[in-house]
């Protein structure tokens, strides 16, 4: 328990940094509904004059981007993108810092065993992104009700909203498997980025080309946004998918954690 205030604390201003954020963006893009639901028809014309490619790139769907859920689902795939750094970051860094830091060895001298120490770190981490999630859920709900012209589906909006907590769960348990593997990660940052953006890149050629095998790949494709708009659910093979990667990543960072030999610095 001590380990797990710890580490909210030592995570407490980063997690209002990136919740703060989420909810600025989220304000921002809400805030510019009224006038493209007033000017649905010459926005449509406009965005008509993109390439296709591109309106399929920036997950534009003409035909519903001036509803309030089509719009929520347009900027929504890059509060994802925020989200998921904001996971990558943590999950490589619950282990990472102790490793660059040297005080791995020090603190499995602790009168505490190995599954100890992670589960009080995992927890610590689903905490923030619990607490984020809620902020921003708020957030997002209370200016969609504030916007909304006319009424929406409630259901499809807090399951649009729940796929950026999955999503970070992903990202989480992939970002501790890494730092796992490479105790001694300097520089978080980087890494996470780079993992992040190369999961983005590959969502965005795959919709780019129409190659449905790339969402297997990508987490940020297994939440059909469309999908969930229109049979308010998710698909249950890739929340399958999603859940063998976060239950395959954290198992395997466990296993290997228990059993890694920490040398002295």
Known sequence: ????????????RSMMIWTFSLAAVT????SMYPSIEKDGDQFIKVLQNYPEGVLKALGVQINSITSLLGFYSYFFLYIMLCGAIQAM???????????SGKTAEFILTKPVTRGGIIISKLFAVLAILVITNLVFLVVSYAMARAVAVNDF?????????????????????LGFFVSVLFLRIRSVLPVSLGVVFAFFIIGMFGSVIGDKASRYFTPFKYFNLPYIMKHSAYEPLYLG??????????????????KKDFHGA
């Open 1 to 12: 328990m001590n380990m797990f205030r710890h580490e909210l604390r030592e995570n407490r």
């Open 27 to 30: 304000v921002l893009f809400f």
């Open 89 to 99: 970051n943590l999950g490589i860094g619950i282990l990472s810092k102790e490793g």
């Open 153 to 173: 589906d409630i259901r499809a909006f807090f399951l649009i909203s729940a796929a950026n907590f999955f999503v970070q769960l992903m990202f989480a348990a």
């Open 241 to 258: 998918i999603g859940a063998a990667i976060i239950a395959v990543s954290v198992g395997a960072g466990c296993l290997l954690f228990i």
